[in-house]
């Protein structure tokens, strides 16, 4: 249905194509659906193939579930120039390619240094797919609602979570409690099952490759390389020709005097550039050093020492991703209504209450049922903000001649603490034991609160080119 909505931007309301608008927005959000399911899959086939791998040393676990961020840093570095120069589209759909073969690839992996081959290069496809969806998000959403859709990635990248946790659990449903290392790895759970893990990713994955042709190329890439009229038609069909026109105005009102068909890198150094940058740059280190994508990665490990064994860890992953999701519908009713600013500051400041508590649990052997509403409080606290509002900042404060370059960079920098964070964490564990691991979790999220409260404006109901005037003119 198309109505009529007013906004600050032009003389006549737009007339928001609002079925059209969610249709696009859904269909690049799928990339986010890939990324959250090929993401976590490795965490519930983690206990199978390291025991048909036969991998006991801590840093060769870590490898195993982080050798994907090698992929992701490439793709997201990738990301950048490749979508400046060819659109986000034809990146989007050549991520969904990656998704699919690798998760065929991986399924059919004899030896570990194979699998860790096709894990790195399906995290080509989560670097793509993690700048390219959101990014293309909020260069399709009017700015009313540009929150919400950008929110809908998240949602999309949480829902692909808890999707691959429920088919982990039900394939391996009936494995035996207290069964011992050496039946695992001789049953089928440990010859075939986790491997079913991997080869169902594909189905997504093609759902998406085809959805990808029947969406257009984003309108703000279209007007800064010069399809103008593409981008109007794309626009008039988003909101209207009043609202293309002023929305075109408003583009190339930011292009004005500038080189905009080659960006480097170096440009992004610019002293009024530079601001920026730091800001999404810290944002999106922040999202992940806060710590909470270990409960993802090491649930095992992390429920283990709470006191569970095998099959009931299976069972609390998936209440995880319940809640992830659960948790995530209250980002989206939210962030255009309350802003981005309190729901960052509310996620850094929940998590460090909540890490001083678990560690102290941990310090006193506590086991059970406590230590799992406090991991499900973190995960839910984490869905509702920084999960997802760290993606809405990042896609939407860069200015439009270097959004590509400068998200390239900011998911670049997300991955690389991404990495840093699932490779230590079995050191740290081992090291500093679970409570002092997410005591140091704690202090991290002290002080990110901190940068925010300083740093970091609000950005809520404003176009992309009215928050680039404010923070970089």
């Not at 540009?146 to 692909?160: C, E, F, H, S, Y």
Request: charged share 15%; aromatic share 12%.
């Amino acid at each position: 249905m198309i109505t009529a909505t007013k906004t600050n931007n032009s003389p006549l309301p737009p007339q928001y194509n609002y079925g059209y608008i969610w249709l696009i927005s859904v269909v690049a959000a799928l990339g986010g659906l890939l990324f959250g399911w090929d993401w976590v899959v490795v965490g519930g086939a983690k206990p199978f193939f390291e025991r048909y791998f036969e991998l006991k040393d801590p840093a060769l676990v870590g490898w195993a579930n982080s050798c994907a961020l090698i992929g992701c840093l490439v793709g997201s570095l990738a990301a950048g120039a490749l979508s400046d120069k060819f659109g986000r589209k034809r990146l989007l759909i050549l991520a969904a390619i990656l998704f699919a073969v690798t998760s065929v690839g991986n399924s059919l992996a004899g030896t570990f240094t194979v699998f860790v081959a096709w894990r790195i290069l399906g995290g080509v496809a989560i670097g793509l797919a993690s700048s390219l969806s959101p990014m293309y998000i909020s260069e399709v959403a009017p700015a009313p609602m540009r929150g919400r859709l950008v929110a809908v990635n998240q949602l999309t990248i949480v829902i692909g979570i808890l999707l691959a946790q429920t088919i982990n659990w039900y394939l391996v449903r009936d494995l035996p409690k207290g069964a011992t290392d050496d039946f695992i790895r001789n049953s089928w759970f440990g010859q075939q099952g986790w491997r079913w893990m991997f080869a169902i990713t594909a189905a997504p994955s093609l759902l998406f490759f085809l959805a990808m042709f029947f969406v257009p190329e984003s309108p703000r890439w279209l007007a800064k390389n010069g399809a103008v009229e593409r981008a109007r038609q794309v626009l008039s069909k988003i909101g209207g020709a009043p609202y293309a026109n002023a929305a075109i105005a408003e583009i190339n009102s930011t292009l004005a005097a500038e080189e905009i068909h080659h960006v480097r890198f170096g440009d992004l150094l610019e002293p009024r550039m530079r601001k920026v940058l730091v800001l999404g740059v810290v944002l999106a280190v922040f999202q992940q050093w806060c710590g909470i994508n270990v409960i993802f990665n090491y649930a095992e490990e992390i429920f283990r020492a709470a006191g569970y064994d095998i099959s009931s860890v299976l069972k609390n992953i998936a209440w995880t991703g319940s809640v992830n999701l659960l948790f995530t519908f209250v980002a989206l009713g939210t962030v255009d209504r309350g802003g981005r600013r309190p729901l960052m500051l509310f996620g850094a400041a929940g998590l460090a209450v909540i890490y001083v508590a678990l560690g102290g649990c941990y310090a006193a052997g506590v086991q059970g049922w406590p230590m799992l509403l406090l991991v499900l409080a973190a995960i839910g606290c984490y869905s509702m903000s920084l999960a997802p509002v760290t993606w809405v900042v990042i896609s939407e404060i860069f200015p439009n001649r270097i959004r590509g370059a400068a998200m390239s960079v900011a998911v670049s920098a997300l991955w690389i603490a991404c990495f840093i964070l699932t490779y230590t964490f079995p050191i740290l564990n081992q090291q500093l034991g679970s409570a002092g691991t997410f005591w140091l979790y704690a202090v991290i999220c002290v002080l990110g609160f901190g940068f925010i409260f300083l740093k970091l404006p609000e950005t809520k109901g404003k176009t992309l080119e009215q928050i680039e005037r404010d923070l970089v003119d």
